[in-house]
């Protein structure tokens, strides 16, 4: 019975890994990294979340679920995950893959997160997640998802961005009262870690 378990995970496994670089060829400028996110990297990066107190969580460009089953493992079971990839053969992988309820994957641009959000049922995200390469979007695209980014973010939310170079940082740190970077050198490549925080109207005003 194990080794059955065993075949059937590293079947998944092999599956998941043909897709996510079937993908990578085809679209490279959309993928940040040929291999998906290390166990580490994901466990960092979700690790400052307030899972108790989140009730909808957005993923841009969610893949093959790297992060997805992830976030869904540590959820409340009221919390909704938005999940939203412009890749049609991702989103019917995880549509195929993941049988959750609180999870909605969407096919579209994370420009318009905020309608998304609204057809979901939820006027602002208390966490979105995203491992977009930046540096390759089309000019204007880039600032364009931050802008938006921000204005889906109840106050005091967090954008959470995992990249491979630096380049994002020139479109959050305007948009955000707190940016903070880091690196997690336990990945392949090593991946640039930013958290960055949506003011507080409060603490503004103060």
Known sequence: MKKT???GRRSAFLSQWRLF???????PGMIGSIIPSSATLV??????VDWHNTRLFVEYG???????????????????????????DFVAYLEAQIDDPRLKVVHGSAADVRRFIREAGHVQADYILSGIPFSTLP????????????AALRPGG???????SAFVRRLIDPLFG?????????NIPPCRLFYAVKADRLAKAA
């Open 139 to 150: 000019d204007g695209v880039g600032e364009g998802i931050a802008a938006e980014t921000n």
């Open 5 to 7: 378990e065993n075949r």
């Open 21 to 27: 670089f079937r993908q990578f060829v085809k679209h």
């Open 43 to 48: 466990k960092r990066m979700l690790d400052p």
């Open 178 to 186: 707190d940016v903070r970077g880091e690196m997690e050198w336990r």
């Open 62 to 88: 969610p893949g093959v679920g790297t992060f997805t089953q992830a976030i869904l493992d540590r959820m409340h079971p009221d919390a909704t995950l938005l999940a939203i990839d412009l890749n049609v």
């Open 158 to 164: 967090a954008f959470l961005i995992y990249q491979y």
